[in-house]
């Protein structure tokens, strides 16, 4: 009888284990990180990688946070140019099925900008904002890859500090999401060249930013909230031209909803 109890608990434990290590039931993900130029030229940051905290055991939120590094011999990217569907590669592992509950972005201290071919130097806020750290919620599903996003924000996460000299602060601003629940929007502003800031607003919040990218006037905005319309705004730089608004723009979740060619128009 004993004999029959210990094999049976042998079984149950060899099942269960072979379970776990079954690659089937291991996710992949990748961390990436887009942006835009803001007010500046270049945007440079050192990225050491990012820290990723999972449900744990039987879905209890006790894991340890792990550490994915930036593989990067150079670990500096210039963040104005990850617009249109450039990214950057921060980190990547595998993980249980589950979920990921945190996510948090490790920066080094060579963080900088490029002004008219001067390079300025920025100076984290606090301790903190070398870690910003974000609550998500985003299921992971083995034996498939999955790709989370920090969406750098320049325009907030930059200030201009004036005085004797201009001093750059840095406190991150950042928005996550994972591209297995949501949808782009995508288009070409004409005149090629022309630079542009392009929102998408929903609800009277803005979801998401972006540029075009000069050398071709493509755009997209990324990470958008399925099964929703969506206000496009487009605001050129070049005074010479009018805003443009468009309205109603769909987003499904998986898809790119194109926009085709906008023809900014010049002021009367």
């Known amino acids: 009888m004993k004999k029959s109890l210990l094999l049976t608990i042998l079984t149950l434990f060899i ?3 072979c379970t776990e290590d079954n690659p089937s039931n291991r996710a992949l993900v990748n961390i990436f990180i887009i942006g835009s130029p803001g007010e ?28 994915l590094p930036n593989i990067q011999g150079d670990k500096r990217v210039n963040v104005g140019s990850l617009v249109n569907t450039s990214q950057y590669l921060v980190g990547r592992g595998e993980f249980s099925e589950g979920a990921v509950i945190e996510m948090t972005l490790k920066l080094g201290n060579d963080n900088f900008v490029i002004v008219g071919g001067e390079r ?3 100076t984290f806020a606090s301790q903190e904002s070398s870690s910003p ?7 992971l599903i083995g034996g498939i890859s999955h790709d989370l996003f920090f969406d750098f924000n320049t325009f907030q996460s930059i200030q201009i500090n004036q005085g004797p000299e201009i001093r750059l ?7 996550t999401f994972t591209s297995l629940t949501r ?3 995508s288009g070409n502003l004409l005149p090629v060249g022309q630079r542009a800031t392009i929102l998408a607003v929903l609800d009277d919040q803005i979801k998401a930013s972006t540029e075009t990218l000069p050398s071709s006037g493509n755009f997209s905005l990324r990470g958008l909230e399925e099964d929703s ?7 050129p730089f070049n005074e010479s031209y009018l805003q443009d608004t468009l309205d109603s723009i769909p987003v499904s979740v998986w898809q790119t909803t194109p926009l085709g060619n906008i023809n900014l128009r010049l002021r009367e």
């Open 15 to 17: 099942s269960f284990s």
């Open 40 to 67: 500046f030229d270049e945007v440079w940051l050192e990225i050491l990688g990012a820290e990723v905290k999972t449900t744990g055991t039987r879905g209890s939120d006790n894991a340890s946070p792990v550490f």
């Open 120 to 122: 300025f130097p920025l």
């Open 133 to 139: 750290t974000f609550e998500v919620s985003f299921p």
């Open 169 to 175: 602060t840095l406190d991150p601003v950042l928005r």
């Open 183 to 185: 949808g782009n929007i």
């Open 229 to 235: 319309l969506y206000t496009v705004f487009i605001f």
